[in-house]
Protein backbone atom coordinates (compact mmCIF):
# COMPACT_ATOMS: atom_id res chain seq x y z
CA UNK A 1 0.00 0.00 0.00
CA UNK A 2 1.50 3.39 -0.76
CA UNK A 3 1.14 5.91 1.91
CA UNK A 4 1.29 9.64 0.58
CA UNK A 5 3.46 12.14 2.94
CA UNK A 6 2.24 15.16 3.75
CA UNK A 7 4.83 17.92 3.01
CA UNK A 8 4.69 21.41 3.17
CA UNK A 9 3.30 23.49 0.22
CA UNK A 10 5.84 24.04 -1.88
CA UNK A 11 6.79 27.94 -2.89
CA UNK A 12 8.02 28.81 -6.29
CA UNK A 13 11.43 30.29 -5.96
CA UNK A 14 11.24 34.43 -6.78
CA UNK A 15 12.41 35.08 -9.74
CA UNK A 16 15.56 37.24 -9.69
CA UNK A 17 15.15 41.21 -9.88
CA UNK A 18 16.17 42.29 -12.98
CA UNK A 19 19.09 44.78 -13.44
CA UNK A 20 17.25 48.04 -13.78
CA UNK A 21 15.41 46.93 -10.84
CA UNK A 22 18.06 46.45 -8.14
CA UNK A 23 20.22 49.58 -9.57
CA UNK A 24 16.09 51.39 -8.64
CA UNK A 25 16.00 50.09 -5.74
CA UNK A 26 19.73 51.12 -4.56
CA UNK A 27 19.29 54.57 -5.65
CA UNK A 28 16.15 54.56 -4.01
CA UNK A 29 17.43 53.80 -0.42
CA UNK A 30 20.25 55.91 -1.23
CA UNK A 31 18.40 58.80 -1.97
CA UNK A 32 15.97 58.05 1.07
CA UNK A 33 18.87 57.45 2.85
CA UNK A 34 20.92 60.95 2.11
CA UNK A 35 17.82 63.19 2.56
CA UNK A 36 16.91 61.64 6.29
CA UNK A 37 20.93 62.06 6.90
CA UNK A 38 20.92 65.82 5.39
CA UNK A 39 17.36 66.60 7.37
CA UNK A 40 18.44 64.97 10.48
CA UNK A 41 22.15 65.08 10.87
CA UNK A 42 24.67 67.32 9.09
CA UNK A 43 24.87 69.31 5.69
CA UNK A 44 27.74 70.06 4.00
CA UNK A 45 27.91 73.76 2.60
CA UNK A 46 30.30 75.86 1.20
CA UNK A 47 31.19 79.89 1.39
CA UNK A 48 30.38 82.05 -1.98
CA UNK A 49 31.00 85.16 -0.24
CA UNK A 50 33.83 87.23 1.77
CA UNK A 51 31.47 88.52 4.42
CA UNK A 52 33.26 86.04 7.40
CA UNK A 53 36.80 86.35 6.40
CA UNK A 54 38.89 85.70 7.55
CA UNK A 55 37.11 83.49 10.16
CA UNK A 56 35.95 81.53 7.01
CA UNK A 57 37.43 81.95 2.88
CA UNK A 58 35.63 82.17 0.19
CA UNK A 59 35.88 78.43 -0.40
CA UNK A 60 35.60 76.49 2.27
CA UNK A 61 33.68 73.65 2.37
CA UNK A 62 31.12 73.02 6.06
CA UNK A 63 29.33 70.11 7.71
CA UNK A 64 26.47 72.20 9.47
CA UNK A 65 24.67 70.27 12.45
CA UNK A 66 21.05 70.13 12.76
CA UNK A 67 21.46 68.20 15.41
CA UNK A 68 22.66 71.62 17.58
CA UNK A 69 19.02 73.26 17.27
CA UNK A 70 16.84 70.62 16.43
CA UNK A 71 16.11 69.60 12.79
CA UNK A 72 13.56 71.34 11.71
CA UNK A 73 9.62 69.28 10.09
CA UNK A 74 9.76 70.31 6.48
CA UNK A 75 7.24 73.01 5.11
CA UNK A 76 7.40 72.75 1.37
CA UNK A 77 6.65 68.84 1.42
CA UNK A 78 6.63 68.88 -2.32
CA UNK A 79 10.22 68.79 -3.44
CA UNK A 80 12.35 67.23 -5.51
CA UNK A 81 14.30 65.10 -3.10
CA UNK A 82 18.53 66.91 -2.23
CA UNK A 83 17.77 70.27 -3.90
CA UNK A 84 17.01 73.60 -2.56
CA UNK A 85 15.72 76.23 -5.08
CA UNK A 86 16.15 74.38 -8.35
CA UNK A 87 16.80 71.01 -10.10
CA UNK A 88 20.51 70.77 -10.71
CA UNK A 89 21.94 72.63 -13.37
CA UNK A 90 19.11 74.56 -14.61
CA UNK A 91 16.56 77.44 -13.51
CA UNK A 92 13.63 74.89 -13.01
CA UNK A 93 12.14 75.23 -9.54
CA UNK A 94 12.20 72.03 -7.44
CA UNK A 95 9.72 72.06 -5.21
CA UNK A 96 5.81 73.53 -5.43
CA UNK A 97 4.66 75.58 -2.99
CA UNK A 98 0.85 74.72 -3.60
CA UNK A 99 1.27 72.63 -0.10
CA UNK A 100 2.54 74.34 2.59
CA UNK A 101 3.19 72.65 6.65
CA UNK A 102 3.26 74.50 9.67
CA UNK A 103 7.02 73.87 10.91
CA UNK A 104 7.97 72.33 13.76
CA UNK A 105 11.80 72.25 15.35
CA UNK A 106 12.25 68.84 16.99
CA UNK A 107 15.00 68.88 20.33
CA UNK A 108 18.46 69.77 19.92
CA UNK A 109 20.98 69.45 22.54
CA UNK A 110 21.65 72.80 22.87
CA UNK A 111 20.35 76.24 21.71
CA UNK A 112 21.67 79.16 19.66
CA UNK A 113 24.12 81.45 21.70
CA UNK A 114 26.09 84.57 21.60
CA UNK A 115 29.02 83.74 19.16
CA UNK A 116 28.10 80.49 17.45
CA UNK A 117 28.72 80.74 13.67
CA UNK A 118 25.11 80.47 12.46
CA UNK A 119 23.44 79.18 8.98
CA UNK A 120 19.76 80.22 8.16
CA UNK A 121 17.64 81.23 5.52
CA UNK A 122 17.84 84.64 4.43
CA UNK A 123 14.40 86.30 6.12
CA UNK A 124 13.68 89.08 3.70
CA UNK A 125 13.94 86.67 0.08
CA UNK A 126 9.62 86.87 -0.05
CA UNK A 127 10.39 85.18 -3.54
CA UNK A 128 10.46 81.85 -1.68
CA UNK A 129 8.92 79.25 0.85
CA UNK A 130 11.04 80.51 4.22
CA UNK A 131 12.43 76.85 4.16
CA UNK A 132 13.90 77.15 0.89
CA UNK A 133 15.38 80.58 1.16
CA UNK A 134 19.15 80.57 0.47
CA UNK A 135 21.50 79.97 3.01
CA UNK A 136 23.48 82.75 5.15
CA UNK A 137 25.82 82.39 6.87
CA UNK A 138 26.98 84.45 9.93
CA UNK A 139 27.84 85.14 13.72
CA UNK A 140 25.00 85.46 16.26
CA UNK A 141 25.69 88.20 18.48
CA UNK A 142 22.54 88.67 19.88
CA UNK A 143 19.71 86.46 21.20
CA UNK A 144 16.06 86.96 21.81
CA UNK A 145 15.74 88.91 24.76
CA UNK A 146 18.82 90.78 23.94
CA UNK A 147 19.80 94.51 23.78
CA UNK A 148 22.54 95.12 21.10
CA UNK A 149 23.85 98.00 20.19
CA UNK A 150 26.93 98.82 18.17
CA UNK A 151 28.92 102.15 19.40
CA UNK A 152 32.35 102.91 17.49
CA UNK A 153 32.19 99.55 15.56
CA UNK A 154 32.61 97.22 18.76
CA UNK A 155 29.57 95.15 19.82
CA UNK A 156 27.67 95.81 23.11
CA UNK A 157 25.04 93.54 24.39
CA UNK A 158 22.75 94.48 27.15
CA UNK A 159 25.33 97.17 27.97
CA UNK A 160 28.36 94.74 27.98
CA UNK A 161 31.42 95.10 25.42
CA UNK A 162 31.45 92.02 23.68
CA UNK A 163 35.65 90.58 22.45
CA UNK A 164 35.75 90.95 18.82
CA UNK A 165 36.26 87.20 16.67
CA UNK A 166 39.76 86.64 17.06
CA UNK A 167 39.66 87.34 13.06
CA UNK A 168 37.56 90.70 12.95
CA UNK A 169 38.34 92.51 9.74
CA UNK A 170 37.14 96.40 8.55
CA UNK A 171 37.24 98.50 5.67
CA UNK A 172 40.99 100.59 4.80
CA UNK A 173 41.84 102.97 2.06
CA UNK A 174 45.49 102.25 1.55
CA UNK A 175 47.45 104.86 -0.64
CA UNK A 176 50.93 103.72 -2.27
CA UNK A 177 53.34 105.71 -2.79
CA UNK A 178 53.72 104.89 -6.37
CA UNK A 179 53.13 101.67 -8.17
CA UNK A 180 53.09 98.15 -6.24
CA UNK A 181 53.51 94.96 -7.04
CA UNK A 182 49.72 93.65 -6.17
CA UNK A 183 49.92 90.57 -5.98
CA UNK A 184 53.10 90.00 -4.17
CA UNK A 185 51.96 93.23 -1.30
CA UNK A 186 48.27 91.78 -0.96
CA UNK A 187 49.23 87.83 -1.10
CA UNK A 188 52.13 88.53 1.48
CA UNK A 189 49.71 90.27 3.98
CA UNK A 190 46.89 87.65 3.63
CA UNK A 191 44.73 90.12 2.12
CA UNK A 192 42.13 88.53 -0.71
CA UNK A 193 39.19 91.02 0.07
CA UNK A 194 40.22 93.84 -2.38
CA UNK A 195 39.26 96.32 -4.71
CA UNK A 196 40.85 99.46 -6.88
CA UNK A 197 39.57 102.99 -6.40
CA UNK A 198 41.36 106.01 -7.68
CA UNK A 199 44.49 106.76 -6.03
CA UNK A 200 44.74 103.38 -4.09
CA UNK A 201 42.45 100.76 -2.50
CA UNK A 202 40.22 99.51 -0.54
CA UNK A 203 41.42 96.17 1.72
CA UNK A 204 39.39 94.75 4.02
CA UNK A 205 42.09 93.47 6.81
CA UNK A 206 42.41 92.98 10.47
CA UNK A 207 43.83 96.25 12.45
CA UNK A 208 47.14 94.64 13.44
CA UNK A 209 47.38 93.80 9.14
CA UNK A 210 46.76 97.43 8.41
CA UNK A 211 49.39 98.79 11.34
CA UNK A 212 52.01 96.82 9.52
CA UNK A 213 51.38 98.08 6.43
CA UNK A 214 51.88 101.48 7.80
CA UNK A 215 55.20 101.02 8.73
CA UNK A 216 56.12 99.61 5.02
CA UNK A 217 58.20 101.92 3.05
CA UNK A 218 55.84 101.90 -0.01
CA UNK A 219 52.68 102.92 2.14
CA UNK A 220 51.59 106.36 1.99
CA UNK A 221 49.18 106.04 4.37
CA UNK A 222 46.43 103.63 5.31
CA UNK A 223 43.14 104.89 6.51
CA UNK A 224 40.72 103.26 8.61
CA UNK A 225 36.93 103.87 6.84
CA UNK A 226 34.84 103.93 9.88
CA UNK A 227 31.12 106.28 9.84
CA UNK A 228 30.99 108.67 12.42
CA UNK A 229 28.10 108.68 15.30
CA UNK A 230 24.84 110.42 14.68
CA UNK A 231 25.50 110.15 10.89
CA UNK A 232 22.16 108.19 9.65
CA UNK A 233 22.85 105.45 6.50
CA UNK A 234 19.28 104.67 4.98
CA UNK A 235 20.64 101.43 4.00
CA UNK A 236 20.53 99.88 7.31
CA UNK A 237 17.62 98.74 9.37
CA UNK A 238 15.01 100.08 9.87
CA UNK A 239 15.81 102.48 6.95
CA UNK A 240 14.61 105.85 8.60
CA UNK A 241 17.26 107.77 8.57
CA UNK A 242 15.09 110.98 9.75
CA UNK A 243 13.98 108.83 12.65
CA UNK A 244 16.63 106.63 13.63
CA UNK A 245 20.69 108.26 13.10
CA UNK A 246 22.37 104.88 12.61
CA UNK A 247 24.91 103.55 10.81
CA UNK A 248 26.80 99.86 10.50
CA UNK A 249 29.68 101.36 13.01
CA UNK A 250 26.85 102.85 15.41
CA UNK A 251 23.97 101.07 15.74
CA UNK A 252 21.40 100.87 18.10
CA UNK A 253 20.15 100.16 20.89
CA UNK A 254 17.78 97.35 19.47
CA UNK A 255 16.07 95.00 21.77
CA UNK A 256 15.67 91.63 19.74
CA UNK A 257 11.95 90.17 19.73
CA UNK A 258 11.97 87.01 22.55
CA UNK A 259 8.57 84.65 22.43
CA UNK A 260 6.08 85.53 24.84
CA UNK A 261 7.56 89.52 25.38
CA UNK A 262 4.76 91.76 24.51
CA UNK A 263 5.97 95.36 23.38
CA UNK A 264 3.62 98.66 22.77
CA UNK A 265 3.38 99.61 19.86
CA UNK A 266 4.17 103.43 19.11
CA UNK A 267 5.95 105.56 16.77
CA UNK A 268 9.82 104.41 17.93
CA UNK A 269 8.60 100.77 17.91
CA UNK A 270 6.23 100.79 15.18
CA UNK A 271 8.83 100.98 12.51
CA UNK A 272 11.40 98.27 14.04
CA UNK A 273 9.25 95.78 14.44
CA UNK A 274 6.58 96.00 11.86
CA UNK A 275 8.42 94.00 9.54
CA UNK A 276 8.61 90.71 11.76
CA UNK A 277 4.64 91.32 12.80
CA UNK A 278 3.56 91.62 9.33
CA UNK A 279 6.36 88.79 7.64
CA UNK A 280 7.45 86.08 10.79
CA UNK A 281 4.66 85.69 12.82
CA UNK A 282 1.89 83.97 10.73
CA UNK A 283 -0.61 86.93 11.18
CA UNK A 284 -3.36 87.59 8.53
CA UNK A 285 -3.84 90.84 6.89
CA UNK A 286 -1.80 92.94 8.90
CA UNK A 287 -1.71 96.33 7.35
CA UNK A 288 0.57 99.37 9.02
CA UNK A 289 -0.23 102.55 8.44
CA UNK A 290 2.06 105.16 9.62
CA UNK A 291 3.14 104.49 12.66
CA UNK A 292 -0.44 102.17 13.43
CA UNK A 293 -0.78 98.60 12.65
CA UNK A 294 -3.88 97.00 12.09
CA UNK A 295 -4.57 93.03 11.95
CA UNK A 296 -7.51 91.77 10.34
CA UNK A 297 -8.86 95.28 10.34
CA UNK A 298 -8.63 95.94 13.56
CA UNK A 299 -5.82 98.36 15.41
CA UNK A 300 -3.52 96.58 17.95
CA UNK A 301 -1.53 98.88 20.60
CA UNK A 302 0.54 95.92 22.30
CA UNK A 303 1.69 92.61 20.41
CA UNK A 304 3.53 89.59 21.92
CA UNK A 305 6.08 87.85 19.34
CA UNK A 306 5.26 84.34 18.78
CA UNK A 307 8.75 83.55 18.33
CA UNK A 308 12.35 83.99 19.35
CA UNK A 309 14.73 86.08 16.93
CA UNK A 310 18.40 86.83 16.18
CA UNK A 311 20.46 88.97 15.58
CA UNK A 312 23.91 88.32 12.91
CA UNK A 313 26.63 90.16 11.46
CA UNK A 314 29.77 88.89 9.52
CA UNK A 315 33.12 89.03 11.29
CA UNK A 316 34.36 90.89 7.73
CA UNK A 317 32.16 93.91 9.71
CA UNK A 318 32.58 96.64 6.76
CA UNK A 319 31.72 94.06 3.56
CA UNK A 320 28.79 91.63 5.27
CA UNK A 321 25.12 92.53 4.50
CA UNK A 322 23.43 91.30 7.68
CA UNK A 323 20.93 91.96 10.74
CA UNK A 324 22.59 96.04 10.82
CA UNK A 325 21.05 96.28 7.04
CA UNK A 326 17.71 94.07 7.04
CA UNK A 327 16.74 92.99 10.50
CA UNK A 328 16.26 89.92 12.58
CA UNK A 329 16.04 86.18 11.83
CA UNK A 330 12.93 84.43 12.94
CA UNK A 331 13.19 81.14 14.96
CA UNK A 332 12.25 78.61 12.01
CA UNK A 333 14.50 80.20 10.16
CA UNK A 334 17.89 78.49 11.67
CA UNK A 335 18.80 76.20 9.88
CA UNK A 336 21.92 74.50 11.52
CA UNK A 337 25.39 75.70 13.42
CA UNK A 338 28.42 75.59 11.24
CA UNK A 339 30.92 72.97 13.16
CA UNK A 340 33.45 71.62 11.02
CA UNK A 341 35.46 72.88 7.59
CA UNK A 342 35.96 69.34 5.61
CA UNK A 343 37.65 71.03 2.55
CA UNK A 344 38.39 74.46 1.27
CA UNK A 345 39.81 75.25 -2.14
CA UNK A 346 40.94 78.81 -2.92
CA UNK A 347 38.76 79.99 -6.45
CA UNK A 348 42.07 81.71 -7.30
CA UNK A 349 44.27 79.49 -6.57
CA UNK A 350 45.43 77.76 -9.06
CA UNK A 351 46.99 74.68 -10.22
CA UNK A 352 48.50 73.05 -7.64
CA UNK A 353 47.84 75.86 -4.97
CA UNK A 354 44.29 75.57 -5.19
CA UNK A 355 43.48 73.19 -1.69
CA UNK A 356 44.39 74.93 1.44
CA UNK A 357 45.69 71.76 3.37
CA UNK A 358 46.54 73.65 6.67
CA UNK A 359 42.20 74.58 6.53
CA UNK A 360 41.14 71.03 6.09
CA UNK A 361 38.92 69.58 9.36
CA UNK A 362 39.52 72.72 11.24
CA UNK A 363 36.39 73.39 13.83
CA UNK A 364 34.75 76.56 13.52
CA UNK A 365 34.93 78.74 16.07
Given at each position: MNIKMLTKTEKKPKPPKSFFREWGD????????????????????????????KSLLVGDYLFVSKLHYGPRTPRTPLQVPLTHQTIWGTNIPSYSDAFQLKSHRLPGFSSVKNGDVVVFNYPPEDQYPADLRTNYIKRCIGIAGDKVEVRDMKVYVNDKLQHDPEKVQYSYYLIPKGPINEQVVFEANDITDVSLVQGGYIIHTSEATAQKLRGEDFIKEVQLLKDPAGVADATVYPNMPS???????????????????????????????????????????????????????????????????????????????????????????????????????????GVGGKIRWNRIFNVIK
Open positions: AILFAVVAATLIRWATFEAYTIPTPSMERFKWNKDNYGPLQIPKQGQTIQLDSMTVPLYETVIRKYEGNNKVEVRGDQIFVDGEEIKSYTFKQNYYFMMGDNRHNSADSRFWGFVPEDHIVGKAVLIWMSANPNG
